[in-house]
């Protein structure tokens, strides 16, 4: 009787702790990806480009490529829209789950067509819906990356010059204490001001230039003669130029 007692415990201690690992194993992520359709961004030069990323960089996480944290929940959206303060759709993992890049690919044209393009890029309306996203699913507390392909000029001056101080990311400060803000595409003296001019408190900000993001196809960096899965190259050049893990920098 003892034997058998002794041996129903080892089991359910066993069953317990396997139970708590698949817990821990569930992802955590919670990704929003922002387009900016603006003219100055679709007709600088990078859209296409950026849009060809994104295909690949969101396939690439929710399949867990390269060890890419793969998503508890994914949003996108634009970044902007007709006037300022207005809301836009938020496209939910679902639409993006189960597809090849050239179908996500697919699916970004079609959310985001070039010939209907956002006169006004709102940064702050973005944020803010981030914020109201979290809040609403209840996603407090759990990781935050927030992705932007963009060339990071607010559409707000002051004194004649782009006003980098008129960026809010207050709604963000209390979501998590990891919360990403990450735009790409940027040139060099924008993303010195994202780094240096936004004022913020826990969130994090990283940038990576144009002319970085564009090597991501290089055939050095993404072979063209291995298969997806085994892109170790490229996964790591994601790892490094986009998904780089930013310290915390207070700017007030």
Not at 64 to 93: C, H, M, Q, R, Y
Not at 152 to 178: M, Q, Y
């Amino acid at each position: 009787m003892k034997r058998f007692l002794y041996t129903m415990t080892v089991i359910l201690s066993l069953a317990l702790l396997s139970g708590c690992s698949s817990e821990n194993k569930k992802p955590r992520l919670s990704m929003f990806i922002g387009v900016d359709i603006s003219g100055s961004f679709v007709r600088g030069g990078n859209f296409d480009d950026s849009i060809n990323f994104l295909a690949t960089y969101i396939y690439s996480h929710l399949n867990g490529n390269g060890s890419l944290e793969v998503p508890n929940v994914l949003f996108v959206g634009s970044i902007g829209g007709a006037k300022a303060d207005e809301p836009k759709t938020f496209f939910p993992i679902q639409t993006f789950e189960n597809k090849s890049i050239e179908e996500i690919k697919a699916k970004l044209g079609e959310i985001f067509p070039k010939d209907k393009l956002n006169p006004f890029t709102d940064y702050n309306a973005f944020f803010q819906q981030v914020a109201l996203t979290v809040q609403k699913r209840n996603l407090i507390l759990r990781p935050i990356s927030i992705v932007m392909v963009s060339d990071g000029i607010p559409d707000v001056k002051k004194d004649g010059k782009t006003d980098f101080r008129s960026l809010d990311l207050k709604p963000l400060e209390n979501l998590s204490r990891n919360v990403t803000v990450r735009v790409l595409y940027t040139n060099a003296v924008v993303g010195q001001n994202w780094q240096t001019s936004v004022k913020r408190k826990r969130v994090k900000v990283w940038t990576q230039d144009d002319e970085v993001m564009t090597t991501w196809k290089d055939p050095k960096i993404f072979l063209p003669e291995i298969s997806f899965a085994e892109q170790d190259k490229f996964f790591a050049w994601v790892h490094d130029n986009v998904d780089f893990g930013v310290r915390a920098m207070r700017v007030d």
